[in-house]
């Protein structure tokens, strides 16, 4: 396996939306280069980056997929990501670990909010980005306008850099040697634009150009990857994956033009944590300490964990001692990988540009930093934003004893997925697993049941409400019993308050004059927090709630913990069935990006769910954010009727906004299924 320097070297995620042919254009482009003798394709299963049992099924990817295609003393390590609104994380996380993100448009639908998304992420994480406009061999597209749209809605600064030719059969390059004819718009024109926005970076050749009128693609190098480091600039290419065209033409830009790793922005770390995280650069210097990041994690019942990372500064071999994180134990690399879709190839050396793996090293998780020195402690990459999971499903073994191996196999997903949330229900005793979109979900489960062998019910999860006081009160209870010899006695007099919303639950000991010793204490709190945990009125968690225990008695002999546990508990109950409890509800903000025209519809929806619009913003032209606020037990089926009044372009997320409380009729309804509940546990 040959290996080439960092300036060799270019790291480019392929993003964009779901079905704009990302993962037929790596197969094109890893065709192009040698690697593969013949295409495959996403229809028959056949391609390199969606390897998986389940992508092939799919026929859509539903991972990062990392290949590497060498050309031209360059090699190019790509990441195939998926475009679902379901799998982002997935494809936010690739932007860690690459100069470079190619949005990817299909000819055929325009620039979607995928795409439009990708532009705005990569641009905060300061990437170098060039659009690539896939499909140009469909039938009725039309090109230029489809150029207007992205200049529109990414920018002006998209410029082409090669045109299409021969109705969409070639591309004619616009940059290195522009004399060829386009299909449409002049070539001499687009460079000429193209030259225009490059010098308008560098001031000393802006001068020289207005005074020759010409200046050569080697002196535009420099100030072309400025351009790009800027974003002043993004390149827009035309290919079509399918019939092969304009991807030698892509290739070649991505070797000539796209940033090796020194010269992009260098990623962000921070050392340190909160108010006192310092910044701190990498630099892509293969002589220096080892910097890697952990950008993809993957978990195979077969070969066990493998843990992606980008090398950001110095050079991993087989002998390297990496320490994960703060860790104080080192693991020897041993094996080091080169991966090239589903299969793993051994190689030496990782230097800063690489893409490279370990495997089953269990520290590793995503977004895990890997070092050799403890200089590079305390590092962390630039927290990425990953949009919050809150589709939820509540979930139980079908076989009985599976439990622990649910728990394990869920707890590995989680090291693989920043977006996926495991959460479980005090009360009802339930795990719920909070993923981005039911597809997400879906997904999941399917391969807890493919791979892992595991059978599991689902159903939807509790609305998580909550339980609080609106008064205050006071409680008494003398727990007193004589069981034979020996006797339990504790006596506890308290006092609840109500606190500010969010406030959680505060304990206090008022007592004077050790009337309760100060060893049963804990005892009386924690029977206090058996009614927390599974709630009094409704059989929710409750909060926001001061507990103040200003008076009790104990026995010299026959006090015991159990006793003041007891008297604890009851007491709090009693003085809480006097401090007019409700029931929380949790109101969700929920936010919509969908076509402008269906912003009544939607507004209307929203507000027959007891909800609101509380504002609205501009995407791109014709596409709008609809901000809101609604009550989540409202919001039951909502991706359905979506999915109706859009026609299926529209998507949604919701995060928690905060606790109100319940309209009437619900508080009623609840205190009554859980008497009812409680009658037949009873019985
Ligand atoms: N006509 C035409 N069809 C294409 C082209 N590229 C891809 N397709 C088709 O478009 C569909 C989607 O292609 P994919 O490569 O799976 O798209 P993707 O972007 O990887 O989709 P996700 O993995 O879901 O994000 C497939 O049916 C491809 O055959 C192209 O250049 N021309
Ligand atoms: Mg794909």
Known sequence: MPSYATQNLRTVALVGQGGAGKTTLTEALLLKSGAIKEAGAVERGTTVSDFDAMEKSWQHSLRASIVH????????????TPGFADFLGQAIGALDAVETAAVVVSAQTGPEMIASRMMDWAAKRRLARIVIVNKIDAENVD????????QAGFGRECLPINLPAGGGKRVVDCFFNPD?????????????????????????????????????????????EKALREGHLVPVCFVSAKTGAGVAELLDVLVRLAPNPTEGNPPLFYKGTGE?????????DPKKHVLA????????????????????????????????????KPFKVGHLFLLQGG??????????????????????VFDAVLHDSHDEDQLHMRPLEFPVPMHGVAITPKKRGDEQRISDVLHRMLAEDPTLVI???????????????????????ERMAAQFKLEIETRPPRIPYRETITATAEGFHRHKKQTGGAGQFGEVSLRVEPLGRGAGFEFVDSTKGGVIPHQFMPAVQKGVEQVLAT????????????????????????????AFVSAGRKAFLDAVEKARPIVLEPIVSVEVVCPESNTGDIAGDLSSRRGQVTGTTGLQPGIIVINGLAPLVELEGYSARLKSVTGGHGSWSMELARYEQAPPNLQQQLKEEYKKSRRVEEE
């Open 180 to 224: 060829g004819e386009s299909d449409f718009s002049s070539v001499a024109d687009a460079h000429r634009a193209l030259v225009d926005q490059v010098v308008e970076v560098d001031e000393e050749l802006m001068a020289l150009y207005l005074e020759q009128g010409e200046i050569s693609p080697d002196q535009l190098h420099a100030p072309f």
């Open 143 to 150: 090109l230029p306008q489809l150029l207007e749209q992205i």
């Open 535 to 562: 709630g009094a009125i409704a059989g929710f968690p409750m909060q926001d709630v001061r507990v103040v225990v200003y008076d009790g008695k104990h026995h010299p002999v026959d006090s015991k913990e159990v």
């Open 343 to 364: 299969k793993n190839v051994e190689i030496d050396r990782a230097v800063p540009g690489d893409i490279a793996a370990v495997a089953k090293v269990d520290e590793i």
């Open 69 to 80: 295609i060498d050309t031209a003393d360059t090699r190019i390590h790509l990441i195939d």
């Open 276 to 284: 006192t995280a310092s910044e701190f650069h990498s630099e892509s």
């Open 423 to 445: 959460e479980h229900d005090a009360t009802t005793n339930e795990t719920v697993l909070r993923a981005l979109g039911e597809l997400h979900l879906r997904s999941i489960l």
């Open 293 to 328: 990041h952990v950008f993809k994690v993957v978990v195979d019942p077969f070969v066990g964990k493998l843990g992606v990372f980008r090398v950001h500064q110095g050079t991993v071999t087989k002998d390297t001692q990496l320490f994960v994180g703060d860790s104080r």
